[in-house]
């Protein structure tokens, strides 16, 4: 299916050899740029000049190649959050796990096929919180010949949400890390870069939808913000969910929606048969319910019908607000999320693995680690610094090489272990009262599974210093989301009511806070794959760790040897 909306670069090139498409895009320069937001100009970390980032455009079975040119002081490395990167991991960009980042004046070229995917994702920077600024929208097109399996839209049109920071946000995790207290938050929700009228000096920076009545539009969602999930809604609008990460769904219409940092969610929205006489305005706040500070605020943009007489006014129309669910509405939001389902049709199947060759149980949340000697700390308790961790692993990434090179090149010693435990070492309620110890430990561990192990994974969200939920992402792989509740989970009774059948399949999932998520995948991409809360101020703390598949026998079935050009430390 042809899309006009979507202009991709101008120096974009696709060229044929054989059945192989290869889309060679222009370079992805990060560079400087000067941005104004609340009054407060900023020089921020750009690609290409723009602030969200440039789009991302190809078709299901394109060949991506993407040069990646760092001409700023940080180093960077670029994530393609969501593309599968088979037997490609060389290509998955978080840093010091599969590549070394680009340094200044350097550069890397990113080299991928877009494989059984199709729908929307996002790239992003995978370094520190640099993707505050460094994001844009990856869009797959289905093949040529190809349709969507619901009603051609009218037109296309990505959303994505942002946080904006008065400050450079690299000084707010620094000093957060440095005094082991919790960070600043930030100072505006954003629509596609703009705040919108409900913060200061803000109303010229509000991100207006037009719309022609009669018509269907896909609008794709994507949550780029560093650390809050959101919820959605268009005043007087029902929007009917048809895919999530990439993956089509069963549809169905809600008027709120929840979605994730790192998650991505398509809608049709059906607009109203004739011109009314009122403007609707779009709002996304948080949902949180941990115990720490956050940005209370709202982000909203205008939703305009195109006046049906070139010389009517649109000034004084009557403005719509929709109504959003309380801050913590936990009910809302497992109610919401267990309406998502596979299409499981004959043409996109929902390949669940029955049976299960390895059963792993996470906890994951926060704890704390002690001060260092001679400093005070402005942790929870006693001196401590804020911690969080896996299975009270609290997963420190290597400086010097990155994980995969190291395991690549036989050198894994003094890098990491390969002893990740698969069940916690010291079981309590996790969902009662806390222990009285929460100390993590920190460590490289990893989990190493053979080729083509079927696994099931449950993430039990803990009550240390608050139940919270935690969006998890699995680098390299989508996963079907089995089961989830609240309380402990109960490996005796809650497996008998998984679903096998459609399950949805995503690559990031809110574990429920105070409750849990079951998932299952089969470990068919070799390479070193990192899990993590993609709230970043969680990763920062150490909510991460890593999975390495190993090769399998075919030819197909193995990592590629490194690029040429891949960074060095």
């Known amino acids: 299916m042809d899309s006009p909306h979507f202009p991709s670069f101008a120096s974009l090139r696709v060229l044929l050899f054989g059945f192989c498409v290869i889309t060679l895009f222009p370079e992805f320069v990060v560079e400087y740029l000067n941005v104004t937001r609340l009054c407060h100009t900023r020089n921020i970390l750009s690609v290409n000049g723009k602030f969200p980032g440039p789009r991302l455009v190809a078709r299901e079975g394109d060949r991506v190649v993407v040069k990646v040119v760092n001409q700023v002081s940080n180093n960077v490395s670029i994530h393609w959050h969501g593309i599968r990167q088979i037997t490609t991991g060389w290509a998955d960009g978080p840093a ?116 022609k009545p009669g018509k269907t539009y896909l609008l794709r969602l994507i949550n780029a913000a560093l650390n809050e999930e959101l919820f959605f809604s268009i005043a007087n609008h029902t929007l009917t969910v048809v895919e999530a990460d990439a993956r089509y769904t069963k549809p169905f219409d809600t008027d709120t929606l929840l ?40 982000t909203a943009g205008t939703l305009i019908y195109k006046q049906p007489l070139k010389n009517s006014s649109v000034k004084n129309l009557t403005l719509l607000k929709p109504t959003l669910p309380p801050i913590n ?88 272990k390969t002893d990740f435990p698969a069940t916690p070492l010291n079981p309590f309620n996790y969902t009662g009262t806390p222990p009285n110890n929460t100390m993590v430990t920190n460590d490289t561990k990893l989990v190493v599974l053979k080729f083509n192990t079927s696994v099931e994974v449950v993430l039990q969200d803990t009550s240390i210093l608050g139940a919270e939920s935690h969006p998890l992402h699995l680098h390299g792989y989508d996963f079907f989301i089995v089961g989830q509740g609240f309380g402990n989970y109960d490996p005796n009774n809650d497996p008998a009511k998984f679903n096998l059948i459609d399950p949805v399949e995503r690559n990031t999932v809110g574990v429920p806070a105070g409750g849990w998520i079951a998932f299952r995948f089969l470990a068919d991409n070799p390479g070193v794959w990192f899990m993590h809360c993609h709230l970043d101020l969680h990763t920062s703390w150490g909510l991460r760790m890593a999975w390495l598949v190993l090769d399998g026998p075919g030819p197909k079935q193995k990592l590629q040897p490194p690029p040429s050009d891949l960074p060095k430390c």
């Open 96 to 211: 010091y796990v599969t590549q070394c980042p680009i340094q200044t004046n350097q550069s890397y070229t990113y080299n991928f096929t877009i494989v059984g995917q199709r729908g929307t994702l996002l790239w992003h920077a995978h370094i520190s919180w640099l993707r505050a600024t460094i994001y844009g929208p990856i869009i797959i097109l289905p093949k040529h010949n190809e349709s969507f399996p619901f009603e051609k839209p009218h037109k296309e049109i990505p959303i994505l949400f942002g946080e904006w920071f008065n400050v450079d946000p690299e000084a707010v995790i620094s000093q957060a890390l440095q005094t082991g207290g919790g960070p600043n938050v930030s100072d505006a929700y954003t629509i596609n870069g703009l705040p919108g009228p409900l913060y200061n000096c803000s109303s010229k920076d509000t991100y207006t939808l037009k719309v």
């Open 329 to 416: 509405a936990t009910s809302f939001v497992a109610n919401f999320t267990a309406k998502f389902r596979s299409l499981a049709s004959a043409k996109f199947p929902a390949k669940v693995p029955q049976k299960v060759d390895r059963k792993f149980f996470f906890t994951v949340g926060l704890g704390t680690s002690p001060c260092p000697k001679n400093t005070t700390c402005q942790g929870p308790s006693n001196n401590t610094k804020f911690a969080a961790s896996v299975n009270n692993i609290s997963f420190a990434l290597p400086s010097s090489v990155s994980i995969m090179q190291a395991y690549y090149s036989g050198q894994a010693n003094g890098v990491f």
């Open 259 to 298: 979605i994730a940092p790192g998650q991505t969610t398509n809608v049709l929205l059906k607009t109203k048969p004739y011109f009314p006489n009122a403007t609707f305005q779009m709002s996304a706040r948080p949902y949180f319910t941990g115990r720490g500070t956050f940005d209370n605020s709202t």
